[in-house]
């Protein structure tokens, strides 16, 4: 089951105290997921849902909230459509309905963004209006590397004022066009967790932040674990070049090495594969790594010396670059 499927199974099973608000819902949901037409010269409303529990809470609604009865019936999947969906149709009623919740004036002129009595509203229906949008057009993802909740709007209108309506809640939200149609999206995680809270999916809020906090966690881990393994072939590619730098000394500098810096020469080439620190508490007495370090330099830079005295590849010519 999807995130949004959970979502909107949390959302029907809200029950809003206030008319208000359960009005601002039913006009959100008929506005974002609606169509108004004419039918033997009377205006009819369909509404398409995605979701059965949001078609039969919109049903219940609006006969409870203003006595209309509605009819209903499922579009199965088609060659153009990809899911079920299931349309909820008011005939008898829907022009007194539209004008109730503000979707046409007395012209029987419909509004192009969302009614003037929800973007006026009082904040504490707001909530409304946002659970409307999401039951009829939201999509909430995964939260992964592209966490998201989409909401298609009909009109670049109704998009901008459901920008306004989270707005007024302090939810930052943007629209987009996609191929000639109008979305609303929130992106930062801290909105879209405001947003859940706001609408009403708590349980649903509380399961998108684990998902989120153990897929940071993965990340993470294999961030460092990448991390890990690029240093250990750097390291590794160091400690090889170093060893055939001090090989290619010894062979420049036969026998005229200084005992001290042939001893560290020596612990490079016993121990190749360990850092510097570990060749120091191989030397017997223990070394510090600068003092290991600073052994293995001078003895580079005698060679390096001896060899540009004598015309002859030094101890870097010819160490392959194994870094990469």
């Known amino acids: ?30 506005r974002f997921a609606g169509v108004m037409h004419l039918v033997a010269g009377k205006l009819a409303i369909d509404v398409e849902l995605d979701h059965l529990g949001s078609a039969q ?51 029987r002129r419909s509004v192009r963004g969302l009614p003037n009595k929800l973007t006026t509203a009082p904040v504490g229906d707001i909530a409304g209006v946002l659970r409307g949008a999401f039951l009829a057009r939201g999509i909430l993802s995964d939260p992964g590397r592209s ?12 998009a901008m004022a ?30 879209i967790s405001s947003f859940l809270g706001a609408i009403g999916a708590p349980n649903t809020l509380a399961e998108w932040i684990e998902a989120r906090a153990t897929r940071e966690v993965r ?13 250990l072939r750097r390291s590794a590619a160091a400690a090889v070049a170093a060893c055939a730098r001090v090989e290619r000394a010894f062979e420049i500098l036969g026998e005229s090495i200084p005992d001290h810096l042939a001893y560290a020469g ?29 052994r293995i330099r001078r003895l580079l830079a005698m060679a390096d010396k001896k060899a540009s005295d004598l015309g002859i590849p030094n101890t870097s010519d010819g160490i392959p670059d194994l870094t990469d």
């Open 162 to 191: 459901l920008v306004g309506a989270c707005g007024r809640l302090d939810i930052s939200a943007k629209t987009r066009d996609v191929r000639g149609g109008f979305r609303v999206v929130i992106r930062d995680a801290d909105a």
């Open 1 to 30: 089951m999807s995130l949004t499927t959970r979502v909107k199974d949390e959302l029907v099973a809200v029950d809003d105290p206030s008319s208000h608000t359960r009005v601002a819902e039913i006009a959100t949901i008929l």
């Open 147 to 158: 966490q998201t909740i989409e909401i298609i709007a009909p009109t670049n209108e109704a």
């Open 266 to 294: 020596n612990l490079r080439l016993d121990h190749r594969e360990a850092s510097l620190d570990e060749l120091g508490h191989y030397a017997n007495p223990i070394m510090t790594k600068d003092a290991v370090a600073g």
């Open 57 to 107: 809470r919109l049903r219940k609604s609006i006969h409870t909230g203003f006595g209309f009865q509605s009819g209903a019936k499922t579009s199965p999947v088609n060659a153009n459509k990809k899911i079920e969906t299931y349309l909820v149709r008011v005939a008898d009623g829907a022009e007194q309905l539209a004008r109730n919740v503000g979707l046409i004036d007395a012209r």
């Open 219 to 231: 990340a993470n881990a294999n961030r460092l674990v990448n991390f890990d393994d690029a240093n």
